[in-house]
């Protein structure tokens, strides 16, 4: 079993900063590539960013290149999500995810249906 708990959120003003983590508990062996995504009301699920199990490799929504940052600690089992430059789009639920599968990519990592493991999601809200 493997639990994903977030933090990190909170409400702020446009062009403000969070960051979020993500911590993992039990089976986290069982964890490889790990993501955050959001979700507004009435929308969809949508990809934020994703990271390989090393931390080497990362992929961002197309919507938070060069805003967001997404890192690893592996020796503690969390994932954190760097905000920068939050605009009042960036205001959703936000979900930490881990994937089982070894196998890591930019198509892969985009879809929520790669993702076993999902917490139960932090509230961003940014204010103009």
């Known amino acids: 079993q493997v639990r994903l708990v977030e933090s990190g959120g909170g409400s702020v003003q446009a062009e403000g900063s969070l960051r979020l983590s993500c911590a993992a508990s039990g089976r986290t062996l069982d964890i490889n590539a790990m993501a955050w995504f959001r979700q507004a009301p009435g929308k969809e699920r949508v990809f934020v960013a994703a990271i390989s199990r090393g931390g080497s490799t990362s992929y961002y929504g197309d919507s938070v290149k060069g805003r967001f940052s997404i890192s690893r600690d592996n020796a503690n089992n969390t994932v954190s999500l760097q905000m920068n430059s939050l605009k009042p789009e960036d205001t959703a639920m936000y979900y930490c995810?881990?994937?089982?599968?070894?196998?890591?990519?930019?198509?892969?990592?985009?879809?929520?249906?790669?993702?076993?493991?999902w917490g139960r999601g932090t509230q961003v809200t940014v204010s103009p």
């Open positions: 995810a881990g994937d089982a599968d070894i196998y890591f990519s930019s198509t892969r990592s985009g879809r929520a249906t790669s993702y076993e493991y």
